[in-house]
């Protein structure tokens, strides 16, 4: 994930500073050259391939698609959770393809309002009601992390769509947060019921999905939720986020996915 320039004055999700350590150790050599072994193995492998436009081989097929989904990943499982069928489709197509590399990952539903843990075989650990951007949309504005938060419109105070790797990190404030895109300074984090007149804590208690439009862009989590299943997952290591379209498809999203 690209590091901006500056950090942003007043992003809308409270500031943004590196999730990162200045001082990482460079990769190892060996990991170098085998990375590079296998950039020249699929060059190699794409030059035998027949020209012409390839298929869609990661689409995204239907849960009841038993061609596309094999035995191994029917060890996915939601139980009686309220889980809807993007939901379903994507953590299956996350555990045939692997594209979660073996890790816990995070589905975000945004037509439901709801965050989805999952483990790494695709069984769901755990899920909650969530407050996302106000704004209706699958796109980020550019720039929009460097913006100050009073001058971010309503129209741009959307939540992408998309897969990201989440990390802990910390805002300008002082927060842990859990990263899901920096340099736009969309975060996961604990719900702030600062503004009496937003609601918020009533807005994630109701039944309904309608009223969970709130927020600049982050995705609010209820406090015991974020500190007992989001910061495990993200502790030691970046995980697979994956937030599903308002109004695209899965396959407008995900299609070249990893």
Request: net charge negative; charged share 20%; glycine share 6%.
């Amino acid at each position: 994930m690209r590091l901006p320039s500056s950090l942003a004055k007043n992003p809308r999700c409270a500031g943004a500073a590196p999730p990162f350590p200045a001082s990482e150790k460079p990769i190892p050599r060996l990991i170098g050259e085998l990375r590079m072994g296998l950039v020249v193995g699929l060059s190699v492998l794409a030059l035998m391939l027949p020209s012409g436009s390839p298929p869609h081989a990661n689409a995204i097929p239907p849960a009841n698609d038993s061609a596309a989904f094999p035995a191994h990943a029917r060890l996915a499982d939601w139980g009686d959770a309220p889980v809807s069928d993007p939901v379903k489709n994507m953590a299956l197509w996350t555990v045939v393809t692997q594209d979660h590399a073996a890790m816990p990952f995070v589905i975000i539903d945004k037509r439901a309002a709801r965050l989805y843990v999952f483990d790494a075989h695709a069984r769901l650990q755990a899920h909650t009601a969530v407050l996302l951007g106000s704004a209706i949309g699958d796109h980020t504005v550019p720039g929009i992390g460097e913006k100050a938060i009073a001058d971010v419109l309503p129209e741009e105070r959307t939540t992408p769509a998309g897969r990201f790797n989440g990390r802990i990190g910390r805002n300008l404030n002082g927060e842990d947060v859990v990263w899901v895109d920096y340099d736009a300074a969309v975060s996961m984090h604990r719900v702030r019921p600062n503004v009496a007149s937003e609601r918020r804590l009533e807005r994630l208690a109701s039944e309904t999905a309608e009223d969970n439009r709130i927020s600049y862009g982050c995705i609010n989590v209820p406090v015991d939720f974020f500190e007992t299943h989001i910061l495990p997952v993200f502790s030691s290591m970046s995980a697979a986020i994956y937030v599903l379209p308002d109004q695209l498809t899965l396959d407008d999203v995900f299609s070249a996915a990893p």
